[in-house]
């Protein structure tokens, strides 16, 4: 369709709609940034081969069998501060930014009263990911603002994005003590993961002459799948050492189910207006997860234990979580469907660990946790920034109750040369801006959990 240079603000915001979701679509492309149990979140998740009490579950169900008497329940709260910042996301000097808050479960677990002196059996419900971002941003110009050669007495133009993403797992784990130094195990993770994203972007024009023009594009999904994953462990003890290797198997569908839609219209254009909408339901949704393995070890010097892991996770091929079809008007396509894929990235940690009295240990830690983010971005988890994050805290015994208190910093950021420019600029000449722009991610952490 022609465009006057007038409406290129339009156009602006209108591809500002493309490129949000792909800035902030989940954090669901980092597979390192929960972590589970009191000190395994002091020490980052780096206990693939020493971690203790029901987070087992998780890291390392192998190392249950180290447990002994009775069951008990285990809950970790992680009260966290998010922030994602888009610097000149928007045009050079307009930034994006979304902020969030919230106290977060991240494990539940206890022992099954059943396996005897040889097995021990143990479930555990934990929070896998869990994302929540609304981002948007609003622009007025008025005449006095505007190129006079424009003709145009006001612009207007606003974009919103809304993402909310929930993946819990629940689990029933085994584990085996076939000798003195070894250990064996298995979790069987049933999952639920859901979804649901929109984005709106309108843009409005009026000239001298009283003509106006506009421009609206808004489109969504959600969706929701249950899956069933194994992870498999096992551990060796030697003198000082501690050692654990798991696997963690591809995820297998079980059922699900999506529906999305989209609209766009122009309106007041000298071509003529223009108007195409699509909503599909009850659409086949199937998510994926990938295969890694995972190694750890501990050395216990007197009263200071090094922890450390390291974990592969697999690439994922591009594939369609829903797919539906396309709607077309006057030669812009919009894509109604949702696409995932991953590229494969390796994770590592380190975390100290002292005993100061019998009844206090303080820890700290530094992990990475890297982007899978494919190089060609996709609707599900693009999220494209590397994340390193530090935690330090301790471990109290009061009665017979454990307390930990923690506090951690996660931060990260990553050039992002998809830039489109409310401003004004047209995005090829944006990406040829030395500038560009870039996105920085800063989460701050306070950790507080309990035994019985």
Request: cysteine-free; glycine content about 12%; overall charge negative.
């Amino acid at each position: 369709m022609p465009r006057t240079p007038s409406l290129i603000l339009l156009v602006a915001a209108f591809a500002m709609v493309e490129v949000i979701p792909h800035t902030v679509a989940g954090q669901d492309a980092h597979y390192w940034t929960q972590q589970y149990g009191p000190r395994a979140s002091l020490l980052g998740g780096a206990v693939i081969g020493s971690v203790d009490g029901f987070a087992a579950t998780f890291y390392n169900p192998a190392r249950l069998s180290l447990l002994e008497g009775p069951g008990f329940a285990l809950s970790t709260q992680v009260l966290e501060f998010e922030s994602i910042t888009v610097e000149n996301g928007a045009g050079q000097g307009v930034d994006l930014s979304t902020t969030r808050s919230g106290l977060e479960p991240s494990l539940i677990a206890g022992r099954l009263p059943f396996g005897g002196d040889a097995h021990t059996w143990a479930y555990s419900l934990l929070t896998r990911q869990r994302v929540s971002n609304d981002v948007s941003t609003e622009l007025i110009f008025s005449a006095d603002e505007i190129d006079p050669e424009e003709g145009l007495e006001r612009v207007v133009g606003t974009v919103r994005f809304e993402n909310d993403v929930r993946d819990s797992w629940a689990g029933v784990s085994w584990a085996h003590r076939p000798g003195r130094r070894i250990g064996l195990g298995a979790t069987m993770f049933g999952a639920l993961r859901s979804q649901r994203s929109r984005f709106e972007g309108i843009g409005q024009s009026l000239d001298s002459a009283g003509v106006g023009e506009a421009d609206i594009d808004i489109g969504g999904h959600n969706y929701w799948s249950v899956r069933l994953l194994w992870k498999l462990g096992v551990y060796y003890q030697v003198s000082t050492l501690d050692l654990g290797l798991t696997l963690t198997t591809p995820s297998v569908q079980l059922v699900g189910q999506g529906r999305a839609g989209a609209s766009r219209g122009r309106f007041g254009d000298d071509e003529g207006d223009a108007l195409a909408a699509d909503l599909q339901d009850g659409l086949d949704a199937s998510y994926r997860s990938p295969l890694s393995v995972g190694l750890g070890a501990a050395w216990t010097l007197r009263r200071t234990r090094v922890h450390g892991s390291a974990e592969w996770f697999s690439s994922l091929d591009p594939y369609d979580v829903i797919s539906a079809g396309a709607i077309t008007v006057e030669g812009d396509t919009v894509r109604v469907g949702v696409t995932h894929g991953a590229k494969s990235v390796v994770n590592w940690g380190v975390g100290v660990e002292h005993r100061f009295s019998p009844k206090v240990k303080g820890f700290a830690s530094l992990v990475t946790d890297q982007s899978a983010a494919p190089d060609e971005p996709v609707a599900v988890g693009t999220a494209p920034w590397d994340i390193a994050l530090g935690t330090v805290g301790a471990d109290f015994a009061v009665g017979e109750v454990r307390l930990t208190l923690g506090a951690g910093l996660g931060f990260g950021n990553s050039p992002f040369d998809r830039v489109t420019d409310l401003l004004g600029i047209s995005q090829s000449e944006a990406l040829e801006d030395a500038t560009g722009a870039r996105i920085r991610y800063r989460s701050w952490r306070f950790i507080f959990g309990f035994e019985l």
